[in-house]
């Protein structure tokens, strides 16, 4: 990814966040937004390495979820 296109995901990503806390939450955030923002995208990314080749686009959310928890000990899987 550029640096360019990364920091358009960035700007979108602060936007997003400013404009949800203000919506849902009526406050103004006093931590560094772009700050946040750029964790997000960090996050979201290291998830996605995480689960590819492990979970499919069609599976639900949740079953990251347990298959984290099958993968960290052995009694969790599922039959």
């Known amino acids: 990814m550029s640096d360019r296109a990364r920091q358009a995901d ?13 919506l849902l939450h009526q406050i103004v955030s006093r931590s560094d937004i772009k700050q946040i923002s750029a964790e997000v995208l960090r996050l979201n990314e290291a ?33």
């Open 10 to 22: 960035i700007d979108a990503i602060q936007t997003a966040l400013q404009q949800t806390s203000e």
């Open 47 to 79: 998830v996605r390495r995480g689960a590819a080749g492990r979970i499919q686009s069609g599976d639900h959310p949740q079953d990251f979820a347990m298959m984290l928890l099958a993968e960290a000990d052995d009694t969790n899987r599922m039959g």
